[in-house]
């Protein structure tokens, strides 16, 4: 069974920083392409950044540029995503997702629909 599970949320003051991570299961993703995602309350979701299998290209999303950053360790089959600068407009359930194909291009996805897998998000509430 594939499983995709986040962690590292919690509630941070504007101005502060968080590290998520997302450990995944039951299949390796080192050669997929992986994201994270967001969605806050009365929103739709929304792409936050994404990285290529080899972790050669990334791809943020114009609100948190400059601020996050998404990495990933291939060794150990996890992908994170450092928030600085955190704003309360960044108050969200971030999710993980990883493209089911296997591909040596260094793609990254933008569009939710282009993952296959996805872990059950954790809350991150940035307080004003």
């Known amino acids: 069974q594939v499983q995709l599970v986040e962690s590292g949320g919690g509630l941070v003051q504007a101005g502060g920083s968080l590290r998520l991570s997302c450990a995944a299961s039951g299949r390796t993703f080192s050669t997929n392409a992986m994201g994270w995602f967001r969605q806050a309350p009365g929103k739709e979701r929304e792409f936050v950044a994404g990285?290529?299998?080899?972790?050669?290209?990334?791809y943020h999303a114009d609100s948190v540029k400059g601020r996050f950053t998404i990495s990933r360790d291939n060794a150990k089959n996890s992908v994170y995503l450092q928030m600085n600068s955190l704003k309360a407009e960044d108050t969200a359930v971030y999710y993980c997702?990883?493209?089911?194909?296997?591909?040596?291009?260094?793609?990254?996805?933008?569009?939710?629909?282009?993952?296959?897998?996805w872990g059950q998000g954790t809350q991150v509430t940035v307080s004003s």
């Open positions: 990285i290529s299998w080899s972790g050669g290209r990334t």
């Open positions: 997702a990883a493209n089911g194909r296997t591909s040596y291009s260094e793609r990254v996805y933008y569009r939710g629909q282009e993952y296959d897998y």
